[in-house]
């Protein structure tokens, strides 16, 4: 019998944490290509309705003893919190109508530079040099990869975008400041932010001129469509959480936060490859900018505050 020491036992405990971590960078990284399988530009509300109303059940029955606990204080911080992840969802569904995937999951990706920017702004800190180096090779690499058939006015798809990235950054400082919620379980937390979310997007389906309603949608989905939401739901919502909510209790958050960053890399990826998008030699050193920024970036926060949690 083969004897394993326990200091070659921690590596191999912490890649069993890591793998189910990049899986679900993984999955992310894909979900852009497969919104844009599923969603036209008249079915945006239609399929958010279909992708978070069928894993909300699950998320209340896995969480109702928690839920119950939940004070009017911490329901109503993380209603608003639904309200802005609403919007998020929005911005980056119709934004990924009209871009490519490979743009969206690169672009999205600055929401790691305009997080630490906008706090630094919020507690009167100024960022670093070599943060703001970062963030400068991001940007220019954003302008590069939306520049790639010439220099021309952006997509409109990847202003909805960036409008997205801002949307994550205000989520994340509301997330941080909303002091109701800051003690609140995740899982109760994640459900009731969800499901403030569904509401907005279902009483957006009932107004005239929003497109599809979600059974007209449903109706008409064929089996592609229908795998590609199962997979936005299942494994980019559910899959994606859970393994989050298991993963930080064995492995550091800094670790976990560290291999979700790849998951602009999986997205030009999984564009390029699957999608068989064209991005050109401006747009493929715009790719390489905006992982090389954003990585430079992380670091560069982590080092400057390294008791904080990426």
Request: proline residues 5%; hydrophobic residues 55%.
């Amino acid at each position: 019998m083969t004897v394993i020491s326990p200091a070659l036992d921690v590596p191999r405990r912490a890649w069993r944490a890591d793998l189910p971590v990049l899986a679900v960078a993984v999955v992310w990284g894909g979900s852009y290509l497969a919104a844009k399988g599923v969603t036209t530009a008249h079915t945006v509300v239609a399929v958010l309705v279909l992708r978070f109303a069928l894993v909300l059940p699950v998320l209340v029955v896995a969480g109702w003893g928690r839920l119950r606990a939940l004070t009017p204080a911490q329901l109503r911080g993380a209603g608003l919190l639904g309200l802005v992840l609403g919007g998020i969802f929005l911005l980056e569904t119709y934004g990924v109508v009209h871009t490519s995937a490979t743009n969206a999951g690169l672009i999205i990706s600055l929401t790691m530079i305009l997080t630490p920017l906008a706090e630094a702004a919020v507690s009167r800190r100024a960022p670093s040099g070599a943060f703001l180096a970062a963030a400068a090779l991001s940007v220019g690499g954003v302008v590069l990869l939306t520049q790639g058939a010439g220099f021309t006015a952006p997509a409109s798809g990847d202003l909805l975008i960036l409008g997205a990235a801002c949307a994550r950054t205000v989520h994340v400082l509301l997330m941080a400041r909303v002091k109701a919620v800051q003690d609140a379980d995740a899982l109760s937390l994640t459900t009731v932010q969800l499901g403030g979310a569904v509401l907005v997007f279902a009483l957006l389906a009932a107004l005239p001129g929003t497109g599809d309603s979600p059974w007209s949608a449903a109706v008409g989905f064929g089996a592609a469509q229908w795998a590609g939401l199962a997979f936005l739901s299942v494994f980019c919502t559910l899959f994606a959480f859970f393994v989050q909510m298991w993963a930080v209790r064995r492995t550091s958050p800094s670790r976990v936060s560290l291999l979700l960053g790849t998951e602009p890399l999986w997205a030009a990826l999984a564009g390029i490859a699957i999608g068989g998008e064209h991005l050109g030699p401006l747009g493929y050193a715009g790719v390489v900018l905006v992982l090389a920024g954003t990585a430079w970036g992380r670091r560069a926060v982590a080092r400057a505050h390294p008791a904080h949690t990426p």
